[in-house]
């Protein structure tokens, strides 16, 4: 996403408690049941 859709996850994340977050380009992450 953008960096506007970065920001608003982090800050929907923040109540977890991140513990480190690193904006380095693309990643993957899998959703749901496999």
């Known amino acids: ?5 970065i ?3 982090e800050e929907l994340l923040r109540p977890f408690g991140i513990k480190e977050l690193v ?5 993957a992450m899998a ?4």
């Open 1 to 5: 996403g953008n960096e506007d859709k």
């Open 7 to 9: 920001t608003a996850i």
């Open 23 to 27: 904006r380095t380009g693309k990643i």
């Open 31 to 34: 959703r749901g049941k496999k």
